[in-house]
DNA sequence: TGGCAGGTAGACTGATCGGTCTACACGTTT
DNA sequence: AAACGTGTAGACCGATCAGTCTACCTGCCA
């Protein structure tokens, strides 16, 4: 498959898998959409499946180099390191494409069943954890493994927040309270 | 259609469609493992959208009920009212019905459409919401409003914690950053 | 005991699903 | 210009979808 179409298939699949979940969403619906043959999505990927995982990588990836983005700033303590990470999600939720947590999202289609989509999706998030847990080993004063937890939650809690309330300083919000925490744990 | 019937029929979809979403199960599928013919279940409702709006509304007012017994007792402070919201949390991961929110997954499936459905579950979480925010009100030393949003992402992020990383602790460690936050924030 | 009504089983319908097959269009090589 | 090969369009396939129809069963009242 030449590689404009490929990726006009793949953009198309991500937007709309995104924005309205993956079950509920044809093949068909996606090939008229991206203005692709079928015969060109199925020589490029052996199945429907194949193609989710497809955009389940380059999504990943994606927030990857977008987080490092953020976080690799030379002269910045590792403190300001962490709270950048908030900065990122705050930039990365206002994207047209964000729709919640693309890998969460599969996982409460996919998760209940064993599979590479699944698999994928869990990988994902654990590799996004230790992303935090890895910043916060940076901090003395903390608990890196508590405190990276921690902050796992209160991202995934934004997410939420922002989506089902519409809460659009969810990431402000919680960068806040992650200052707090920052602070707080070192007096003692 | 007879009550038992219904009652199965109900409790039958809403563990399927907790475990394993909604628009990737059939009725068919549901009407199997309930042991319940086509015709009863259409009798009964009008269409699928319709049946899972029911098990919507019976989560939710299941889950209500729930968090008014763990917050509603006789002696209690108004901080230890919020803090009680984590135990009975906690208490609703561990039964086997739990899958993340019903109501977050219902969205990620349903949200991008305007819909009975999505509607209903956007309003169970503002319920939700407002439920926090009635007993953040009861505690003078806070900002009701900052705080509530701060319970709620605390929550949801421990939810999504529990599920996507497997983290069962993910309740008790938000619980304790909300113990840190109702002192800290009377401190000043 | 006869007849009626509510409820149920499962065959059926048209639409749509994921995936395949075929016929052809077009750029390249000789 | 002729022959070839890659890649594409869209008809097509069996399976499955949500929802309907019909034939029957069963309990109830006369």
């Not at 043959?37 to 199925?42: E, G, H, I, P, Q």
């Not at 962490?82 to 047209?96: G, N």
């Not at 989509?117 to 890196?144: H, M, W």
Request: aromatic residues 10%; glycine residues 6%.
């Amino acid at each position: 498959m030449p590689a404009p179409k490929r990726e006009r298939l793949l953009d198309t699949a991500e937007a709309i898998f995104a924005k309205e979940g993956f079950k509920g969403i044809s093949v068909d619906r996606v090939l008229r959409e991206a203005g692709v043959a079928k015969m060109t999505l199925y020589k490029g990927f052996d199945s429907k499946d194949a193609l989710i995982q497809e955009t389940l990588r380059r999504r990943g990836d994606r927030l990857e180099a977008h987080l490092k983005l953020y976080t690799s700033g030379a002269n910045v303590g590792p403190e300001d390191r962490i709270l950048s990470v908030f900065d990122a999600m705050q930039d990365w939720s206002e994207r047209p494409e964000f729709n919640g947590c693309y890998f969460v999202n599969a996982l409460t289609e996919y998760g209940a069943v064993e599979g590479e989509i699944s698999e994928l999706a869990r990988a994902y998030k654990r590799q996004f954890f230790n992303f935090l847990n890895t910043l916060c080993k940076g901090v003395s004063t903390i608990d890196p493994e508590d405190t990276s937890h921690v902050l796992f939650m209160m991202i995934e809690g934004a997410t939420v927040s922002y989506m089902s309330l519409d809460d659009r300083d969810s990431f402000a919000r919680a960068r806040k309270v992650a200052e707090k925490l920052l602070k707080h744990d070192s007096s003692h």
